[in-house]
């Protein structure tokens, strides 16, 4: 037994996707908020059960995309018009069609780059040290088992308690995760 | 009423496990012991890789006088081999994206390696517009930036809009390619047994650990860039056909060309994917996962994007006859019985004729067959890459400036060693990293047993 301020959270091990939606169903209705669920595949719902559901990318990446359209249109307005005109054929300087390439080329790029670096930047990644890596049993949340992990930070957490509820959910083990 | 047997195989062999998979796509790069045969392909591809090397040094200290370029056939095998490359390169990423967005699932076990074959193309494809330039040290003018000259690029030429489309594919490409990549470097960072291994694959991985809120920002973040590497592939491949549309020259300014370049590209690119399939899954025992099923559904987008490039053809010669116009008619002549018929004829007989054998499903079924019909169709677009460029060049519209095309030793080298590069980039490709998404197919696995229920 690790005394309490040690605790960093319960963990629950399955080894079947929907033994881990079923617990994660009821983890969440038993009042249960600072809660994660671990898998090797993306399972869709899950992140439901657990109260998340809203995802701020979507904006995020259209945001990027309104600059990079922006950006890439007043690059070409500014350097064709303003900055070093030239004469093409007598063609005029503000030539708007043929900046329509270049302008959808930027906003893609942006609208990717954000994206990613969104997706990465809201899920605190890269993180290389979490507590969960130094149980030899997490290793196979990336291959083949599922993980259940209650975060000691959770106002209902009680050491006995919580792994009596665990325990109760029928996982192939519960693991106590000390703090580093 | 016949049903078609492909669509009953499955896309994934029965009797597998999460675990099972990713076991055997793992093990192909932590276990498995050396091999022969891929040191020799590894080999080959480096020894042509030395010929590039030796065919740019040479290049970049004679000048492009050492190709076969004269006048007015100023723009030779360097652009053919642009344009061949470039649209190999766009299968990869039809396969993962516009694939993925109609829920097709048979793209799971290729689209790994069709990504990173599409990387791979898309690196030997920038090197030609860098080499064919007369001096190659100002490539830089391309790129807008603040400079001590005041100088700007030229936004309305095709090429600047060529380094923008390029520039932008290469690094969404490889963006998308790597963020796929993210939770099966975590499953070999957990799986590896050497230090070094954990190291390098825990570094990459980002520290990933499958968690559920961070697989459903993935998931949203994965699916906005297969959103928008769709409408990019088909502009940059339409930019790329910029490159001579925008051109007056006979054959060359036509409104088709934007649609038929880019069925070309599918054409060529999921030929190169069979040409790359094939072997991979008879050397490496994946027939479980890459199944008879995809190598049929493969051949028939195919042979669909073929009958694309097959109207264009058409097309083109409708619009030259009906144009009215006499050196639009020339040009037409000129293919089909000047100096250069023959290949005109080879292209007509690889891109149309032959690959007509693939509405037989028996030959949609012989490996063997489909194999040597992806070559044939490989050969096939580069001929038309040949024809477009080269015989619209060599004879328009003043006589007194036709001229033979001949290319040198130089031409076929660098262009052999390009496939060098490709090679190599993906022998070492194929030994470090998992050729197939292990974390698609564990969801495959998981959609087809909860459909079976």
Redesign the interface.
Do not use: K
């Given at each position: 037994m690790i005394p309490r301020s040690e605790h960093f959270g319960m963990l629950a091990e399955f080894d079947d996707?929907d033994a881990l939606q079923a617990a994660?169903r009821k983890t969440h209705a038993a009042g249960y908020r600072r809660v994660?669920?671990?898998?090797?595949?993306?399972?869709h719902g899950?992140?439901a059960d657990?109260g998340?559901s809203r995802?701020r990318?979507?904006l995020v990446?259209l945001c990027g995309g309104i600059f990079g359209c922006i950006a890439g249109y007043l690059?070409?307005y500014w350097?064709?018009v303003i900055?070093?005109p030239?004469n093409?054929g007598g063609?005029p300087l503000h030539?708007w069609p043929?900046?329509l390439?270049?302008t959808?080329?930027?906003t893609?790029?942006c609208?990717?780059?954000s994206?990613?670096l969104?997706?990465?930047a809201?899920?605190g990644?890269?993180?290389?040290?979490?507590p969960?890596?130094n149980i030899p049993q997490f290793?196979?949340?990336?291959?083949?088992r599922f993980f259940l992990f209650i975060l000691a930070k959770d106002p209902l957490y009680h050491e006995e308690s919580t792994r009596q509820f665990l325990t109760d959910l029928n996982p192939l083990e519960v693991i106590d995760v000390p703090r580093p | 009423m016949s049903t078609d047997e492909g669509q009953s195989e499955p896309i994934l062999a029965r009797g597998h496990s999460l675990g099972s998979i990713t076991d055997k796509i793992s093990s192909i790069v932590l276990v498995r012991n050396f091999e022969w045969g891929w040191l020799l392909g590894f080999a080959v591809g480096l020894s042509l890789l030395m010929l590039l090397l030796v065919s740019v040094t040479y290049l970049f200290v004679k000048g492009v006088g050492i190709w076969g370029l004269n006048v007015p056939v100023a723009w030779g095998f360097a652009i053919v081999n642009f344009v061949w490359w470039v649209g190999i390169g766009h299968a990869g990423t039809l396969i993962s994206a516009i694939l993925l967005l109609v829920k097709q699932e048979w793209r799971t076990s290729i689209n790994r390696f069709a990504e990173a074959m599409t990387l791979f193309a898309v690196a030997c494809a920038g090197l030609f517009p860098l080499l064919h330039l007369g001096r190659p040290g100002y490539f830089f003018f391309l790129v807008p930036f603040p400079n001590t000259m005041g100088m700007w690029p030229q936004f309305r030429s095709p090429l600047i809009w060529d380094f923008f489309a390029v520039g932008t594919y290469a690094t969404v490409s490889l963006m998308f390619w790597y963020v796929g990549l993210i939770p099966d470097l975590a499953t070999l960072r957990d799986r590896a047994t050497k230090r070094v291994s954990r190291v390098i694959y825990g570094v990459f991985a980002l520290g990933w650990r499958g968690s559920a809120r961070h697989w459903k920002r993935y998931e949203d973040a994965y699916l906005l860039l297969a959103a928008l590497a769709t409408p990019l592939v088909i502009s940059v491949h339409t930019i790329v056909s910029f490159d001579f549309a925008v051109g007056i020259v006979p054959g060359w300014h036509s409104t088709i060309f934007p649609p038929y370049f880019v069925a070309g590209a599918i054409y060529s690119g999921f030929a190169m994917v069979l040409t790359l399939a094939i072997p991979l899954r008879k050397f490496y025992d994946l027939e479980d996962f890459v199944t008879d099923r995809h190598l049929n559904n493969m051949a028939k987008v195919m042979l669909a994007a073929g009958l694309i490039v097959a109207y264009g053809y058409l097309v083109e010669i409708f619009t030259a006859w009906y144009s009215g116009h006499n050196f639009e008619i020339y040009m037409l002549e000129n293919r089909i019985e000047g100096p250069y018929s023959f290949w005109y004829w080879m292209l007509i007989a690889c891109n149309v004729a032959i690959p007509q054998l693939l509405w037989f499903r028996a030959v949609r079924g012989n490996v063997l067959m489909l194999f040597v019909l992806s070559l044939v169709i490989n050969v096939g677009m580069w001929l038309e890459r040949f024809i477009i460029t080269i015989v619209s060049l060599h004879r328009d519209f003043l006589p007194s400036s036709w001229e033979i095309y001949q290319p040198t030793f130089w031409d076929w080298s660098t262009y052999l060693g390009t496939m060098g590069l490709f090679l190599s980039l993906l022998f070492i490709f194929i030994r470090v990293l998992p050729m197939i998404s292990i974390f698609e197919m564990r969801e495959l696995l998981e959609e087809t047993e909860s459909e079976a229920e």
């Open positions: 996707v994660a994660e669920a671990y898998s090797p595949l993306p399972v899950l992140a657990l998340f995802t990318i979507p990446v690059l070409q350097t064709t900055e070093y030239m093409i063609r030539s043929a900046f390439p270049v959808f080329e930027t893609v790029l609208a990717s780059l994206a990613v969104g997706m990465l809201l899920n990644l890269p993180r290389p040290h979490h969960l890596f290793a196979r949340a990336t291959q083949d | -």
